[in-house]
């Protein structure tokens, strides 16, 4: 399969190519410390929200206890006081409805990250 891809002719193996540089200047427009972090799990992915809704306004965070309670295992720590209601939503329990509501916003163009308490109620919707 690879070795069609990468053929000259074959349109997917052009469009790698063209994908490529643009990979490239995406990830030279970031700055990476050279120096290793030791963090935790949930650190980590506090930052990584944190970073992503710093870059681009059209991210925003929703789940049930993200804002006020800061997430029910703190991942969302800190995040509402920084971004405001608007861009962390606290929503009922309701897995189903939260998850349509973040696949009609990344419908309509917005980013929407989606927590739920625990993968159980993702099996829910």
Known sequence: ???AARRS???LGQLMQTLRPAASAAT????YSATPKEMTVREALNSALDEEMSADPSVFL???????????????KGLLDKYGPDRVLDTPITEAGF???GVGAAYQGLRPVV???????SMQV
Do not use: D, H, W
């Open 115 to 121: 927590e739920f308490m625990t993968f159980n109620f």
């Open 62 to 76: 929703m789940g049930e206890e993200v804002g006020e309670y800061q997430g029910a295992y703190k991942i969302t």
């Open 9 to 11: 002719g074959c349109v």
């Open 99 to 101: 998850t349509g509501i």
């Open 28 to 31: 030279a427009a970031r700055s």
């Open 1 to 3: 399969m690879l070795g």
